[in-house]
């Protein structure tokens, strides 16, 4: 119950394209999730995050919508460019329990082709 | 604002030694996280501190210990390493109790290879 289940794990984009990589949860008491983005040798990095009270939260190019009755979440990437290639967690927390435990997704490797 | 630092960026050790993980968090930010992060398992969590408490802990065996020191700087300890503690170890801080108001924010980690 404490999974967060991504796909896809591999995704190549047109510059240009949109980019969308999906997240499922179990957890209903899960109440944060983020989306973090990683470049190789780099720590995470927030990119977004959304709380389910909300159902679509942008900044810039990036776009989450969430889905509370599906346990659904996702990333879009509007306009992808190849500086956004990358690898890709959603994750999420119960913040009653401690927001820093995050349970992550398995990650998606998004490549953009100029 | 510096960010997260962690040291050492990289360390090869053998089965059965054991290794300390330094991080120094944010200034300002009394909350440090630790995860592991492998190819297999991907991001965990291992355990957060916060005023020098441990206030969370993931599944882990004890081997893995923590401590959070008086200026919230923290590290980390794996005794009779095993070659799967083969991972980067990322370090993470935030302000308060994390989440939508405070999110954590990562270090580049470091990378403990075990033979």
Redesign the interface.
């Known amino acids: 119950q404490q999974q967060v289940k991504q796909s896809p794990q591999s995704l190549i984009v047109q510059k240009g394209g949109i980019s969308i990589i999906n997240c499922a949860y179990e957890n209903t008491a899960f109440d944060y999730f983020p989306w973090y983005q990683q470049f190789p040798g780099k720590g995470p990095a927030l990119l977004i995050a959304i709380r389910p009270d909300v159902s679509e939260k942008k900044e810039g190019r990036f776009t989450i919508s969430f889905n509370k009755s599906a346990k659904q979440f996702s990333l879009h990437i509007m306009d992808s460019q190849p500086g956004d290639s990358a690898t890709y967690f959603c994750a999420a927390s119960k913040t009653s329990q401690g927001a820093q435990k995050l349970v992550f997704g398995q990650g998606t490797r998004l490549t953009i082709n100029p | 604002k510096a960010g ?1 630092t962690q040291t050492p960026r990289y360390l090869i050790k053998t089965r059965g030694q054991q290794v300390t993980l330094s991080c120094s968090p944010i200034s300002g930010h009394r ?1 440090v ?1 630790w ?1 592991q992060q492998t190819p297999g398992q ?4 291992l355990f ?1 501190y916060f005023s020098e408490t441990q ?2 802990k ?1 599944n882990f065996p004890g081997r893995f210990s923590g401590r959070q020191f008086s200026n919230s700087r923290s590290e980390m300890n794996v005794s009779t390493l095993e070659l799967g503690d083969s991972a980067l170890y ?1 370090c ?1 801080s ?1 302000f308060g ?4 108001n ?8 470091t990378r403990l290879t075990v033979t």
């Not at chain 2, 109790?97 to 939508?100: E, F, I, R, S, V």
């Not at chain 2, 405070?102 to 980690?109: E, Q, R, T, V």
């Open positions: 997260v909350s996280s995860y991907g991001l965990q969590f957060e206030r969370n993931g990322l993470a935030s109790t994390g989440g939508y405070s999110p954590l924010h990562f270090g580049n980690g």
